[in-house]
């Protein structure tokens, strides 16, 4: 059974670069099938989608947030990444890693979420 | 972008009560819609795909219909484990977007 687990700083300076990797388990970035999402939500309020990668490395991201964010995949570590640089305390959220099916085109599994505070 | 907009944004019910939730979507986007399950603290869980297609493991009462602009979901009779709040998201551009979400309670 495939599993997604988000890892990384739980607080982040304003300005600077926000990390995160994703952890996958029971199965592998590289097969063709999938693309990797990830997507974030601040307390109390909805669901944003960020972007997502396929194995290949090609990816789409959202065009709020395109010039801050780079998402990648290590096929070796069987993860993927999401960097946001030039955060503010407006990217204060819990992010979560998910995996899209090609068949159905929807998150069919997320990781628990990984909170991410911006503050000094 | 494609922009999603859902009603109600809440509604109040009772166990055993048929409730509805609808989408609808800025641009016609076929049947690339699908609804998540979100509760307090956790990941969402994706309940149906393609607009209406139950994902694996997902109780019967919970359906989803409509094509182009407009979607419904349903929920045929309300369970205890069912107060949480709904999302729709479309997934007809390579750039998805999620309505605000519909809190039942």
């Known amino acids: 059974q495939v599993q997604l687990q988000e890892s990384g700083p739980g607080l982040v300076k304003p300005s600077q670069t926000l990390s995160l990797t994703c952890s996958v388990s029971g199965g592998s970035v590289d097969v063709g099938s999938y693309y990797w999402s990830w997507v974030r939500q601040p307390a109390g309020k909805g669901l944003e989608w960020l972007g997502r990668?396929?194995?290949?490395?090609?990816?789409n991201y959202n065009p709020s947030l395109e010039s801050r964010v780079t998402i990648s995949v290590d096929t070796s570590k069987n993860q993927f990444s999401l960097k946001l640089s030039s955060v503010s305390a407006a990217d204060t959220a819990v992010y979560f890693c998910?995996?899209?099916?090609?068949?159905?085109?929807?998150?069919?599994?997320w990781g628990l979420g990984a909170m991410v505070t911006v503050s000094s | 972008d494609i922009q999603m907009t859902q009603s109600p944004p809440s509604l109040s019910a009772s166990v055993g009560d048929r409730i509805t939730i609808t989408c609808r979507a800025s641009q016609s986007i076929n049947r690339f819609l699908n609804w998540y399950q979100q509760k307090p603290g956790k990941a969402p869980k994706l309940l149906i795909y393609s607009a209406s297609s139950l994902q694996s493991g997902v109780p019967s009462r919970f359906s989803g219909s409509g094509s182009g602009t407009d979607f419904t979901f349903t929920i045929s009779s309300l369970q205890p484990e069912d107060f949480a709040t709904y999302y729709c998201q479309q997934s007809y551009s390579s750039i998805f977007t999620f309505g605000p979400g519909t809190k039942v309670d």
């Open positions: 990668i396929y194995a290949t490395g090609n990816t």
């Open positions: 998910a995996r899209e099916a090609k068949w159905s085109d929807a998150l069919d599994i």
